[in-house]
């Protein structure tokens, strides 16, 4: 328990940093961004929406303390001001159509890699020098060498442009009605391919290096060779024994991952036009929308820190050690 | 007689020997050499590029978009520039980039985690919990973030990536500095009344040389996928020529959905040739340092396929 409120107070600081490093940007960045985007979209809003913007960015005369606990509570109430690049729909609004894509995307992806990763980790490991061993680290880590949006546009040239076997852009097809249908869930699914594949792809090189080294080590403990003695079969000292205690580090990876998840898929989103968070985010900065760009951080952060805390959780029912400090 | 002679020599022996044995199994390591003969090469690249093809890379040389041909051995963009001396002179912000901004995340960390570990106690408390919050925040968002509130330019590209980068050098260090700091000799440094500046620094920091030269080249590959990821969104110096900003325009003018791929192809596989070549010789660094990853040679030693 002890464990479980010191990770929580940790998580509640960094959140808190997120926020306060969100209000400090506007307000100290040279150059001042905020004045050059209110040039740009001056025509557009009505001029209270201008008082209450410049109120949420820091165009402000109030002292500095007045407009930080302002800001806080503006942030805890929700209110995250209104979008400029697809005014008037409030940030809220904008962020909350497209999280469910990004979790979507990133989600696949994490679980098939971890999955895959960590089993083929775990055989490498177990029959150190065979196929699986010598052959696979090399060319995964050589593919994890391209850089990721790189990887993603060859796919995307090759099995989309070229061979057509899938979608190039967006998550399902224009024009095509949401719905709980099985055209409309073939059609998510046929869309998620590239994507997620391109990320897989990267990833899971690391989690199998990552099971490969600690399996390696686990491997020469004592109670494998007890296990051994006993006659146990290999299979089952493989998963029971060795693997089982080998999988706490992927565990607390999982927990990193899903910072990835949300923030990483950042550059697939914007290669396949997947409209995520990421690729939101980018428009955002790209169209000088900080309100939305602010939100959309604020968002992911949170999203990472709550994965991260859910993934302590579990660590806490995994590994009887911190339970006892 | 000869038990005390050879309780005095082994002290200085051991000190000593991981050092030469460290650099000769570095030498002797094919992963080793391979990528330290790759890397020589895109060094030596960059510095030639002048040289090779004089003048400004960007210019209009060419019809645009032509096949590689003996004349353009790359082709041309769809801009008519060559696609060669865009990427020799690519490598040359690339690789600086991406070794400045290698250089001051380790150094960083080495600060950060040497403090923490020889503090101890409020300072190490403090400055873990800043470094945690660093690695916790999403990478990728900050960095966009962070570049698009910055005036753009190298000099941002840099502060940002080392912003968002030295976190996680400083954790790993930390924790090596933690259990060098354990250690008898450190104790005798405190007791013998040395500064805390000769401690950390002569005392610490030698015996975690191939540490520190791991987190090295992890940072620098980190800075040279990061400033690409960063400049193929066009958060970079768009004015530069280097191998994210050539792959900022091949998506830009359309390469690949006009089928250009020579245009989008040469920087992509220069980028992964660097970061595959630094990380082939930080694998070797852990092997030659960490014995249990070496390669084995007799099938037959405690291994499970004898049990078999």
Known sequence: MRFILRRLGFYLIAFWASITLNFLLPR??????????????????????????????????????????????????????????????????????????????????????????????????????????SALPPVLVFIGSFPYFWLAMGALYLFGVVLGWFPIRHAFTDGLEPAFTWEFIGDVGAHLVLPALTIVLVSIGGWMLGMRNTMIATNSEDYITMAEAKGLRPGRIMLRYAARNAMLPSVTSFGMGLGFVVGGALLTEVVFAYPGVGYQLLNAVQGLDYPLMQGLFLTITAAVLLANFLVDILYVRLDPRVRSN | ?????????????????????????????????????????????????????????????????????????????????????????????????????GLASTFIGILVGLASAYFGKFIDEALSLVTNVFLLLPGLPLLVILAAFLPPGLGTVILVLVVTGWAGSARVLRSQALSIRSKDFVAAAVVSGERAGRIMFREILPNMASIVMGTLLACVIYGIGAQAGLEFLGLGDVSTVSWGNNLFWAGNEGALLTGSWWVFVPSGVCIALVAFALALINYAVDEVTNPRLRKIKTPKDTETSAAK
């Open chain 1, 28 to 133: 100290f960045m040279p150059g001042d961004p905020v004045s050059r985007m209110f040039a740009r979209s001056q025509d557009r809003m009505q001029p209270e929406q201008i008082e209450a913007l410049r109120k949420l960015l820091g165009v402000d005369d109030r002292p500095i303390w007045e407009q930080y606990i302002d800001y806080m509570h503006n942030i805890f109430t929700g209110q995250m001001g209104v979008s400029i690049s697809r005014f008037p729909t409030p940030v809220t609004e904008v962020i909350s159509s497209q999280i469910g894509w990004t979790l979507l995307l990133g989600g696949t992806a994490l679980v098939i890699a971890a999955v895959v990763g960590n089993l083929l980790g775990i055989l490498a490991a177990w029959r150190r020098g065979g196929a699986i061993d």
């Open chain 2, 1 to 101: 007689m000869t038990t005390t002679l050879l309780k005095q020599t082994t002290p200085t022996q051991a000190v000593r020997k991981p050092n030469r044995s460290f650099i000769h199994g570095l030498i002797s390591n094919k992963k080793a050499l391979t990528g330290m003969a790759v890397m020589v090469i895109f060094i030596a690249l960059a510095l030639l590029a002048p040289v090779l093809f004089p003048g400004d890379p960007s210019r209009i040389t060419a019809m645009a978009s032509l096949e590689p041909s003996t004349e353009h051995w790359l082709g041309t963009t769809a801009k008519g520039q060559d696609v060669l001396a865009l990427t020799v002179h690519g490598s040359r912000s690339s690789l600086f980039v991406g070794l400045t901004v």
